[in-house]
C-alpha cells in the first residue's frame, strides 16, 4: 500500500527526505535498523506508535459499529 504525505518527510536520524509513508518505513528498517509498529491484525506498519494505536481504536469502532446495525 502507498500513502501519500502532503509534506515531504524526512528521516529524524539522517534527514533524508521522503514524499511516501511506505519509502520512509522501509529507510528505516533498512538502513538505521529501525522497529516500527505494525498492526498485529492487518499487518499495516506505522511511523509511530500512536498512529498504530489511532488505526486499532478505528477498526475496533468500525467493528463494533457493524456489529449494531447488524441486528
Known sequence: MIL???ER???EYCREKFNK???IIEHLKNVHHQ???K?????????H???RLH?????NERK???RRHKK
Do not use: T
Open 64 to 66: 463494533a459499529d457493524a
Open 49 to 51: 506508535e500512536k498512529d
Open 9 to 11: 518527510k524526512q528521516c
Open 35 to 37: 522497529s516500527v509498529p
Open 21 to 23: 509513508l511506505d519509502d
Open 4 to 6: 501519500f504525505i502532503p
Open 55 to 59: 488505526h486499532v481504536r478505528e477498526e
Open 39 to 47: 498492526c498485529h491484525n492487518c499487518g499495516k506498519e506505522f511511523l
